[in-house]
């Protein structure tokens, strides 16, 4: 079993940034992909950032160049810098792991922004 705590969410103002980290733990393997999701309410669950054990990342359009991803391999941790944040940012946003095609999910951690 795999667990993902998440932390740093918040309130913050447009403009201003966040950082949120997500540690692993648990039966972990080498070859994962971890990353971060978003849901905000009354919408669907849609992916944000991810970053494989290599390095690759994948981002969504709505935030490239603003946010960006980055992983502690040996701390099995995920983070997601969030600059120059946007109302339409505020959700529900959770950390992923993908290992051999099993999927986890953090809890998720709130996101507001505030124009």
């Known amino acids: 079993q795999v667990q993902l705590v998440e932390s740093g969410g918040g309130l913050v103002q447009a403009g201003g940034s966040l950082r949120l980290s997500c540690a692993a733990s648990?039966?972990?393997?080498?070859?994962?992909?971890m990353g971060w999701y978003r849901q905000a309410p009354g919408k669907q669950r849609e992916l944000v950032a991810v970053?494989?054990?290599?390095?690759?990342?994948n981002y969504a359009d709505s935030v490239k160049g603003r946010f960006t991803i980055s992983r502690d391999n040996a701390k099995n941790t995920v983070y997601l810098q969030m600059n120059s944040l946007k109302p339409e940012d505020t959700a529900v946003y959770y950390c992923?792991?993908?290992?051999?095609?099993?999927?986890?999910w953090g809890q998720g951690t709130q996101v507001t922004v505030s124009s």
């Open positions: 970053m494989t054990n290599g390095g690759r990342t």
């Open positions: 992923n792991l993908n290992q051999y095609g099993s999927t986890y």
């Open positions: 648990g039966s972990l393997f080498s070859i994962k992909v």
